[in-house]
């Protein structure tokens, strides 16, 4: 199901399925009216039998870092992280620690070119295998951060750190069966499990994003159910919000009659104005292909739903960032005409209306990051033909 709301990050279907393909390199670059890039032509580099990226930061318009995972032998049960730094001019493949045989990195935040803090989750053999693990950027390698908690079934599925040395992960854990909000903080060098409440009523939730104004205001955001059924997956939007002192969960809307909502990413420029991303549905059933963009605004006391692109009516915002209070991006997919396809979305709110930033081509953009005020960087994945899935790349400049 295309935005699926289950635990971690949001489903999107890309249609194929992956054969003894090798895979090559998606060259995808977009500049207002020109396709000659300023940031050079080549695109994000694809391994084995498919590639997926989620996340990226950049410090700057010549340091940014891609993360992601690829498949060597097409089974995306044997995944290996994947991590990509962008020079100004080329993409490379950074070495880095795959903690266990199945490895995924899932959110990346950079405060400067030697400075970068990766999350992600790795184990085999299902989701109660699985372990969320950290690495750190230092200018010249990556290396492990130990990162305390749960020992298993545990992933974290994003980043963000608002000052040097003090960072701010989330996702989940299992426990009792079910997905739990997880938040870990972490300061000079080490880190700690955050205390969380969870939604009056919720038999699991989980969180995909997470961003901090300042150190002492963050909002989190995901979903939770009160089902308790992990084979209906009724969902609900999720916002949980920092003080400085404590997190506390702060109401939000879930339109339509289905149910099946959630938030997927989040931007705050100043603590008492936030834009959050997700889908939701309204039909009540993951089998069916029925997904809505949903754009949620914070006004510093509330959540309310607020217009959404016209593309997004039927599919799923993934992520989105804000240079300043009335100036964003948000990226997803989109619903392709071949059922269960999807088509990459790119949208600039300016504070008015939302306009197209970019071709729509098959598959899905999971992460968009801006190093220059009117020129964005956005990554996921690319279907090209139905047996192959390529990481994909897409430079949208001269963004007004």
Same mark, same amino acid.
């Given at each position: 199901m295309l935005g699926s709301a289950v635990p971690g990050r949001l489903v999107v279907a890309i249609t194929g399925i992956v054969t003894a393909v090798a895979v090559g390199v998606a060259a995808i670059v977009l500049t207002g009216t020109s396709d000659e890039s300023p940031h050079g032509s080549?695109? #994000?580099?694809? *391994? /084995?039998?498919g590639t997926q990226l989620h996340s990226v930061a950049c410090a700057s318009a010549h340091f940014c870092v891609a993360v992601g995972a690829y498949s060597p032998g097409g089974s995306s049960d044997h995944l290996r992280g994947l991590v990509e730094s962008w020079n100004g001019g080329t993409w490379a493949i950074s070495s880095t620690p795959n903690p266990a045989e199945d490895t995924e990195f899932h959110g990346v935040s950079c405060k400067s070119p030697i400075e970068c803090i990766a999350v992600g989750s790795a184990g085999a053999g299902g989701a109660t295998a699985r372990r969320a693990f950290a690495l750190r950027w230092n200018g010249f390698s990556w290396s492990s951060v130990p990162v305390q908690g749960p020992q298993q079934g545990s992933q974290l599925e994003a980043v963000t750190c608002p000052a040097p040395k003090s960072c701010v992960a989330v996702g989940s854990s299992i426990a009792a069966g079910f997905p739990n909000s997880l938040i870990e903080t972490w300061n000079d060098g080490a880190w700690s499990i955050a205390s969380v409440p969870s939604p009056a009523r919720s038999a699991d939730s989980w969180l995909n994003a997470v961003t901090c104004s300042t150190p002492r205001s963050c909002v989190a955001v995901g979903a939770y159910s009160t089902s308790g059924d992990t084979d209906d997956p009724v969902s609900t939007t999720l916002v949980e919000a920092w003080n400085g002192a404590s997190w506390a969960v702060i109401p939000s809307p879930t339109p339509g009659a289905g149910n099946l909502g959630a938030l997927a990413s989040v931007a705050c420029e100043v603590p008492d104005s936030c834009i959050a991303v997700g889908n939701y549905s309204d039909v009540n059933d993951p089998y069916r292909v029925d997904s809505h963009g949903l754009v949620e605004d914070w006004n510093g006391t509330t959540f309310s739903v607020a217009p959404e692109p016209?593309?997004?009516?039927?599919? $799923?915002?993934?992520?989105?960032? @804000?240079?300043? #209070? *009335?100036? @964003?991006?948000?990226?997803g997919s989109s619903m392709g005409v071949a059922y269960g396809s999807t088509r990459t979305l790119a949208q600039v709110w300016n504070g008015t209306a939302w306009t197209v $930033? $970019?071709?729509?081509?098959?598959?899905? *953009?999971?992460?968009?990051?801006c190093p220059a005020p009117t020129t964005c960087l956005a990554v996921g994945e690319h279907s090209p033909s139905d047996s192959v899935q390529q990481a994909? /790349?897409?430079?949208? /400049?001269?963004l007004t």
């Amino acid at each position: 199901m295309l935005g699926s709301a289950v635990p971690g990050r949001l489903v999107v279907a890309i249609t194929g399925i992956v054969t003894a393909v090798a895979v090559g390199v998606a060259a995808i670059v977009l500049t207002g009216t020109s396709d000659e890039s300023p940031h050079g032509s080549r695109a #994000p580099i694809s *391994l /084995g039998m498919g590639t997926q990226l989620h996340s990226v930061a950049c410090a700057s318009a010549h340091f940014c870092v891609a993360v992601g995972a690829y498949s060597p032998g097409g089974s995306s049960d044997h995944l290996r992280g994947l991590v990509e730094s962008w020079n100004g001019g080329t993409w490379a493949i950074s070495s880095t620690p795959n903690p266990a045989e199945d490895t995924e990195f899932h959110g990346v935040s950079c405060k400067s070119p030697i400075e970068c803090i990766a999350v992600g989750s790795a184990g085999a053999g299902g989701a109660t295998a699985r372990r969320a693990f950290a690495l750190r950027w230092n200018g010249f390698s990556w290396s492990s951060v130990p990162v305390q908690g749960p020992q298993q079934g545990s992933q974290l599925e994003a980043v963000t750190c608002p000052a040097p040395k003090s960072c701010v992960a989330v996702g989940s854990s299992i426990a009792a069966g079910f997905p739990n909000s997880l938040i870990e903080t972490w300061n000079d060098g080490a880190w700690s499990i955050a205390s969380v409440p969870s939604p009056a009523r919720s038999a699991d939730s989980w969180l995909n994003a997470v961003t901090c104004s300042t150190p002492r205001s963050c909002v989190a955001v995901g979903a939770y159910s009160t089902s308790g059924d992990t084979d209906d997956p009724v969902s609900t939007t999720l916002v949980e919000a920092w003080n400085g002192a404590s997190w506390a969960v702060i109401p939000s809307p879930t339109p339509g009659a289905g149910n099946l909502g959630a938030l997927a990413s989040v931007a705050c420029e100043v603590p008492d104005s936030c834009i959050a991303v997700g889908n939701y549905s309204d039909v009540n059933d993951p089998y069916r292909v029925d997904s809505h963009g949903l754009v949620e605004d914070w006004n510093g006391t509330t959540f309310s739903v607020a217009p959404e692109p016209n593309e997004a009516s039927q599919g $799923a915002l993934q992520a989105i960032t @804000c240079s300043k #209070p *009335l100036w @964003c991006v948000a990226v997803g997919s989109s619903m392709g005409v071949a059922y269960g396809s999807t088509r990459t979305l790119a949208q600039v709110w300016n504070g008015t209306a939302w306009t197209v $930033a $970019a071709h729509a081509i098959s598959g899905a *953009l999971e992460a968009v990051a801006c190093p220059a005020p009117t020129t964005c960087l956005a990554v996921g994945e690319h279907s090209p033909s139905d047996s192959v899935q390529q990481a994909l /790349g897409e430079w949208l /400049g001269g963004l007004t």
